[in-house]
């Protein structure tokens, strides 16, 4: 999509440092890192908000989770352990819209998921 922030790092136009990528999804690290790890997985399909999945949606859906565990494996962290965010709209604070998946860790997080 034109205009969308994670679709021009799809498609490079905008650079990333970038951690695992297939056909159907990309994870770089975030710009501005919240936590020792804090890597954002994205599917390549342009869709703003977890609220505009679609039934044909769920496949990818569960994809991008598989994806996680790999990438855990692949960046080391996996025993340790680590959380996965998604925002979505004004009150959950989305900033970018196209929907995207936070992996937080590299640190104890503690119990609260918010602080
Ligand atoms: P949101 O608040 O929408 O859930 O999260 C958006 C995330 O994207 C933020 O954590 C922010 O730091 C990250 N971000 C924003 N712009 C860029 C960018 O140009 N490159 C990368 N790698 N991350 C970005
Ligand atoms: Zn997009």
New binding site residues.
Partial sequence: MEDC?FCK?IKGE?P?SKVYEDDDVLA?????PAAPIHI?VIPKKHISKLTDLSKEDEALIGKIYTTINKIAVQEGFSEDGFRVIA?CGKNG????MHI?F?ILGGRELGPKIIH
Avoid at 28 to 32: G, K, L, S, V
């Fill in positions: 922030l790092i905008i990333s770089f690290h975030d710009i501005n954002l925002n604070g989305q900033e970018v995207h936070h």
